[in-house]
């Protein structure tokens, strides 16, 4: 277990410390672009999921380990231990890009550009979106498992390209939190832990009914 929580701790850091990173030096340069920023967390997922997923699965969500408990993939007795790790590595990452470059871009904090509702609903379909690929790329009997990665850091660089301007393109509840507590900006922050663990189990349901 030991090695399982240092890798979702150290997972998360890097995570959040180049994803919410991009946004905070793209706001300081104008160099990266959103383009940069949506592929900055496709990359950075795919190679942790690459350098991590044989020690820990590669969770670095709350939401998606949430979905693996639901799928009586992963123990109820690791769960709250892997989020408390997740939600370490990302406020630790935080914490870092804060004490680099000062409050920058609410170091990256997911807010909803329009509506609050607006962004709730997305936010429930981007992470069943990307909950239903991991769980058919990396789960499933029948998946190529040594693809997943490319499958899954795929979706995130997509979701994150179209979907990054209205609400953010969370997806991840620690990835939220760890901005959010680091700069204070808390006001938006139920959506991005409650609409992700529902997209999250709702792609449970759905996946249930894909196997065999």
Known sequence: MRQSLTAEFVG???LVFAGTGAVVVNELTGDITHVGIALTFGLVVMALIYTFGHISGAHFNPAVTIGFWAM???PGKSVLPYIAAQVGGATAASLTL???FGNVADL????PAYAPEQSFILEIILTFILMLVIAASAVHAK???SFAGIAIGATVGLEAMFAGPISGASMNPARSLGPALASGTLEHLWI???ATVIGALLA???YRLLQD
């Open 108 to 111: 990256g904090a997911t807010l």
């Open 12 to 14: 998360t850091y890097i």
């Open 204 to 206: 449970v349901g759905v």
């Open 98 to 100: 804060l004490a680099l």
């Open 72 to 74: 009586r993939t992963f």
């Open 143 to 145: 998946a190529i498992k």
């Open 192 to 194: 991005y832990l409650t």
